[in-house]
């Protein structure tokens, strides 16, 4: 029963841990691409 517990709970532990990787690169990718469109409208 603990151990059925202890691996739910990782589990979950782990989808939290990649939603969150997922957000994080998702909102660096979107600096970068922000980024190189004021780059790209500022240079002439």
Do not use: H, Q
């Amino acid at each position: 029963m603990i151990g059925a517990t202890t691996i739910v709970a990782t589990n979950v532990v782990m989808m939290i841990a990649g939603m969150v990787d997922t957000i994080v690169v998702m909102i660096i990718s979107g600096m970068i691409g922000i980024g190189i469109g004021i780059v790209e409208t500022t240079d002439p």
